[in-house]
């Protein structure tokens, strides 16, 4: 099969230039065109041009080439318009399809974690109470906990300290220093646990997302009742929320 060519030579050049300015920052014309293979005739004309739409600049004083600041701004109109549920759907249904329950997808909101998705399992007759549009505290679920683990200790002492602690079940962490010890442990494994501590007779496993900026501002959890969370289910479960996590932040970043 012959090696498909960009139709229209003059845009491919474009995007080689811009690509090769971002790759080595500022660069003179020579530079370019030794870089390019291109004589620098041609090379100075796609410079130019770039410089009239704004995607490019020229130091006036070393003469240098550079990108502006316009390729950003059309970068974050594309990342405003990714819908994140369109994105996490499909991985939340197949993670309910292969552990048979149900699955939660929540976006930090100061002390909370706002649920902005569910997959409820059919495959059980126990249904989760919660609801789309609720919320849940940080220091004492899973979802926040996997949220609480990528901050810096700053941070997390400062969500802490303007979070109502206090017990919601008898499991519930409330001494400072046992909850910092949770989220280490959390650090090593790539997943958080929430042992009965927001729900009674509830356990949930749950792990965090990174955006593109490595930012941790989603979170999943598969939640179901203890007796079907063993610690045994919780480490075979583990294996399908650490894959999900890679292939998700892989797709978001």
Request: hydrophobic share 40%; aromatic share 6%; glycine share 6%.
């Amino acid at each position: 099969m012959a090696e498909e060519k960009n139709p229209i030579q003059v845009a491919d050049r474009l995007f080689l230039v811009m690509e090769t300015l971002a790759e080595t920052g500022p660069a003179g014309l020579i530079d370019l065109s030794n870089r390019l293979n291109l004589h620098k005739s041609t090379v100075h004309r796609l410079l130019n041009s770039l410089i009239y739409m704004g995607y490019a600049r020229q130091d006036q004083e070393t003469g240098k080439y550079s990108l502006t600041f316009k390729i950003l701004e059309i970068s974050n109109k594309v990342l405003n318009k990714v819908d994140v549920l369109e994105i996490a759907r499909p991985h939340l249904k197949r993670l309910m399809q292969q552990t048979g329950e149900t699955v939660h997808f929540v976006q930090i909101d100061g002390t909370e974690a706002v649920y902005i998705d569910k997959v409820e399992s059919h495959q059980n007759s126990v249904r989760m109470v919660s609801k789309v549009g609720s919320r849940i505290p940080l220091y004492c679920s899973g979802v926040g906990k996997a949220l609480l683990a990528t901050m810096k200790p700053e941070a997390v002492k400062k969500l802490w300290e303007a979070s109502d602690i206090h017990r919601l079940t008898p499991h519930t962490i409330i001494d400072y220093s046992r909850f910092l010890k949770d989220l280490e442990e959390i650090r090593k494994k790539g997943y958080a646990l929430d042992n009965e501590e927001n729900e009674e007779g509830v356990r949930c496993i749950a792990a965090c997302l990174t955006d593109f900026k490595g930012k941790a501002k989603y979170a999943f959890s598969i939640s179901a009742p203890v007796n079907r969370m063993t610690d045994e289910r919780i480490t075979e479960l583990s294996g399908y929320v650490l894959e999900m996590k890679q292939q998700m932040t892989q797709e978001m970043s």
